[in-house]
């Protein structure tokens, strides 16, 4: 079974608009991390945001917010006001806990979103 | 930003030959992860290591092996490549949860692209 699932693979928005990319995970870890990532076309990886799973307010970072829906196990993505900058492949992760004390991060497929002009 | 190199960035090899990506940090992090990105799977984990000496499996770990001698360096190996192989390879860091206030977030290196021909 997919711990974490993202089932946009490409989006389309326009500039200065919101959008929210989609992101549900699985898991029996009951101290659990997600996070979001932002891969550009030059292929570094950028964390964006940060959501722990006894956390009780969704996370902000500027124009990123999670959405984060703990019963329906999503932890959602939202950017407002859309910048051509945000072009760019999106990856949802998780952080599960294992008894040994490691930790292992399982990432999505990945959404890329094109914002368009 | 996290001092982490990968090398070679680029490699070319044939298929049957022996290959070694290296991962250096000077960031003194416990968890290190090696994870292999395709178009269609996003990232998944090869082998991950949680201290000198200590390293596991991932969930894609067949044809690979690892080592991590000194806590700063983490070798990825393939014992004879397949164009199966052919991806690009990110190394990533980790403090786990170290910290009063440390979302455990990864700090990935640049990526280190190899083609097996």
């Known amino acids: 079974a997919q711990k974490i699932t993202q089932t946009q693979p490409g989006m389309f928005v326009q500039e200065k608009e919101a959008v929210t990319l989609d992101c549900t995970y699985d898991?029996?870890?009951?101290?659990?991390?997600l996070f979001w990532y932002k891969q550009p076309s030059s292929g570094e990886m950028i964390f964006l945001i940060y959501?722990?799973?006894?956390?009780?307010q969704n996370a902000t970072e500027g124009r990123y917010s999670l959405n984060f829906q703990k019963a329906r196990k999503s932890a959602n993505l939202v950017i407002s006001a859309s910048q051509l900058g945000d072009s760019a492949m999106y990856f949802c992760a998780m952080r599960e806990a294992f008894n040994s004390g490691t930790y292992k991060y399982i990432f999505g497929t990945g959404t890329r979103l094109k914002v368009l002009a | 930003d996290a001092g982490i190199t990968q090398s070679p960035r680029h490699k070319v090899t044939e298929t049957g030959t022996p290959v070694t990506l290296r991962c250096h940090q000077t960031e003194n992090h416990r968890y290190m992860y090696w994870y292999r990105q395709d178009p269609g799977h996003g990232l998944r984990l090869i082998h991950y290591?949680?201290?000198?000496?200590?390293?596991d499996k991932g969930e894609v770990s067949d044809g690979y092996s690892v080592s991590r001698s000194k806590t700063e360096d983490f070798l990825l190996t393939l014992e004879s490549a397949t164009s199966s192989q052919t991806s690009v390879y990110f190394c990533a860091i980790s403090d786990g949860l170290a910290g009063a206030v440390n979302t455990g977030e990864l700090f990935f290196g640049e990526g280190s692209r190899l083609t097996v021909l």
């Open positions: 290591s949680y201290g000198v000496k200590d390293t």
């Open positions: 898991t029996s870890d009951p101290s659990y991390g």
């Open positions: 959501q722990g799973s006894y956390d009780q």
